[in-house]
């Protein structure tokens, strides 16, 4: 029914930088929020960054002021922009969105199927 393709992961320096992009496809009829967790192993999923409809933004503490999460509407795509990255930063990205795939029905969370992320010192 609907598909979240994720793609940007890999390996970068400390201080470096990468973004990683999500395109949602399918049968949409509409997608409210988009966004970004992360997960370690051992460890919960927590999230990082998620964006409305309308691009209000919300941040975790810990990557504010160096990760900038963006969407395209009209490419259903969101994109996580990630600047001065840290070793702590490694973790499989997933992303998501709030999808509604019928007239009928309500919204439901779709997720992608993760993209490594991993930071050396």
């Known amino acids: 029914q609907v598909q979240l393709v994720e793609s940007g992961g890999g390996l970068v320096q400390a201080g470096g930088s990468l973004r990683l992009s999500c395109a949602a496809s399918?049968?949409?009829?509409?997608?409210?929020?988009m966004g970004w967790y992360r997960q370690t192993p051992g460890k919960q999923r927590e999230l990082v960054a998620t964006?409305?409809?309308?691009?209000?933004?919300n941040y975790a503490d810990s990557v504010k002021g160096r990760f900038t999460i963006s969407r395209d509407n009209a490419k259903n795509t969101v994109y996580l922009q990630m600047d001065s990255l840290k070793p702590e930063d490694t973790a499989v990205y997933y992303c998501y969105a709030n999808i509604r795939t019928d007239y009928r029905s309500t919204n439901k969370n779709w997720w992608g199927q993760g993209t490594q992320v991993t930071v050396s010192s």
């Open positions: 964006v409305s409809f309308g691009t209000s933004t």
């Open positions: 399918g049968s949409i009829v509409s997608i409210n929020s």
